[in-house]
């Protein structure tokens, strides 16, 4: 069965600093891995997907997230945070008709 | 466009009572899935459907029941509630398995 790790439960950051939010899956055969975000009362919102082809995948916002094959890593990257970018961060990983979500992290962005 | 909608967004229910969930999307996805998302425990699948007339069980399917009678709705049924399905419940659907899932903005349940 797939997984997803996540392991900061929060991740804190000065307001124009890159961002970082770490992720390591585990599934077998080729990886689908997706980035969502979740502002507070909402549904969680679509951030961008790797499914095959280029590493570095950029997505909505200004995101942008590295697939690295050997580390199992699907780190989730802006290079300069905004204030409105604090949130809920999940990793996701896709197989067997459904995905595997991770525990999220919760980003806080210090103006 | 409404993408993914859930009723009721708020419900409070006594312990043993029961209630259903309804998920309407107008994108004709062919899968569609309920979550429950608990504090430090992110989204777990409950059960989901990959077409009209089909369901299967996710990760924490006991005490649920689902029902996919039409293509634009999925059903959530608690028979019994109980206070350990005290959540916010989460519906979302795709065109595929392996397509990004669109989410409905929740239905916040406390069982007293």
């Known amino acids: 069965a797939q997984s997803v790790a996540q392991p900061e439960d929060q991740v804190n950051v000065a307001e124009g600093n890159p961002l970082t939010v770490k992720c390591t899956y585990s599934?077998?055969?080729?990886?689908?891995l997706f980035w969502y975000v979740q502002y507070p009362n909402r549904g969680l919102q679509f951030l961008l997907k790797?499914?095959?082809?280029?590493?570095l995948v950029k997505g909505s916002y200004g995101f942008e997230a590295e697939f690295n094959k050997s580390q199992t890593s699907f780190h989730l990257k802006k290079p300069s945070a905004l204030v409105s970018d604090s949130a809920l961060y999940f990793c996701?990983?896709?197989?067997?008709?459904?995905?595997?979500f991770g525990k999220g992290n919760q980003v806080v962005v210090i103006p | 466009n409404a993408g993914v909608t859930q009723t009721p967004k708020f419900r409070v229910l006594k312990t043993g009572q029961s209630m259903t969930l309804l998920c309407a999307q107008d994108?004709?996805?062919?899968?569609m899935y309920w979550y429950r998302q608990d504090p430090g425990m992110g989204l777990r699948l409950i059960h989901y459907s990959v077409g009209e007339g089909t369901t299967a069980k996710g990760e924490v399917p006991d005490g649920y029941n689902v029902s996919r009678l039409k293509k634009q709705n999925f059903l959530l049924g608690l028979e019994s509630a109980a206070p350990s399905q005290t959540s916010v419940y989460f519906c979302a659907s795709s065109w595929t398995g392996g397509q990004p899932q669109h989410f409905g903005d929740g239905t916040r349940l406390s069982i007293l």
């Open positions: 790797y499914i095959t082809g280029d590493n």
């Open positions: 994108m004709n996805h062919e899968y």
């Open positions: 599934v077998s055969g080729n990886p689908y």
């Open positions: 996701a990983v896709g197989g067997n008709n459904r995905l595997a």
